[in-house]
């Protein structure tokens, strides 16, 4: 099942790197049915399944905390044998699925108190925790205007468009990439989601970098939400993902060829809030 599971979790492409941290932590749990002699024997096998799931997507760091949170657990209780090893395995796996899955809506509620009624905001690709912000803001009566950029070349902001549409309480435009810059003067905010904060970057949806550097000489502020096990201090190193040339273009490249990656590099210092379930982090 492991295996499997990171086969999925490398084809799990437009999913929220959220559910990719909870259908990975609970891979884990494979291991409680299987046989180990020592309990060394079962740290070690933890271990490595956890650092294969970690590596079927080095990009996100909510998988990258999950599975560390879970190793650490049960390193740390040196357990006197494998069934107490094992229980404190569950334990853990239960309270790190709770936390990451508690820690997007979390997020999105204290994201929803910066939005105020009448105000116009340009969001950026797909982030169903900015989505969720949305709702619970026009839920207590707030109307938004929305600027939702396509976000080319797998045009999930298509999906945000549409989501947002069924709102009776959200005006939506959908806007190609490029024009985003046109109307950021007529936004009062940008709000995006994140893949990872490490250190003093923001590692997110391709596109990012560009309106966060647009929006900060426009003086627009711009909010980052997300769970808080999205923030990294250290230990993580982000790999980017360069996704296939077919997804830009389907002809064949004849003498030239096409860059694709999925996410860019914003500075910290472009935005001016990141907001998640845990308080605000002001920039």
């Known amino acids: 099942m492991i295996d499997e599971t990171v086969e999925e979790i490398e084809e799990m492409q437009t999913h929220s790197s959220s559910v990719v941290a909870v259908k990975a932590t609970r891979a884990l749990l494979e291991l409680l049915d299987r046989e180990f002699a020592t309990v060394e024997e079962y740290e070690r096998a933890l271990d490595r399944n956890a650092k294969a799931l970690q590596r079927a997507n080095p990009s996100h760091a909510s998988l990258y905390n999950a599975m560390r949170e879970v190793v650490d657990t049960v390193s740390a209780a040196d357990s006197e044998d494998v069934d107490d090893a094992k229980a404190t395995t569950s334990e853990a796996v239960e309270r790190v699925v709770d936390a990451v899955e508690h820690g997007k809506s979390g997020a999105a509620e204290r994201a929803a108190e910066h939005i105020e009624d009448g105000s116009t905001i340009l969001t950026h690709d797909y982030s169903s925790t900015v989505l969720e912000a949305i709702e619970l803001a026009t839920r207590d009566g707030a109307h ?16 945000t468009a549409r989501t947002l549409a069924g709102n009776d309480r959200v005006e939506t435009h959908l806007l190609t990439d490029a024009a985003s810059g046109y109307y950021l003067d007529e936004c009062d905010e940008v709000f995006v ?58 002809e064949p490249a004849e003498g030239f060829d096409v860059r694709n990656p999925a996410y860019d590099a914003t500075p910290v210092s472009l935005l001016t809030r990141a907001i998640t379930d845990e308080g605000v982090m002001e920039f």
């Open 193 to 250: 989601g994140m893949d990872c904060i490490v250190g003093d970057t923001l590692y997110n949806r391709v596109g990012t970098f560009t309106i966060a550097a647009t929006a900060a000489h426009c003086d627009v502020p711009v909010s980052v939400v997300g769970s808080s096990s999205k923030v990294i201090e250290g230990g993580f190193v982000f790999e980017n993902e360069f996704r296939s040339p077919s997804e830009v273009m389907r």
């Open 144 to 159: 938004v205007e929305m600027f939702v950029t396509e976000a080319r070349p797998r045009y999930l902001g298509r999906k």
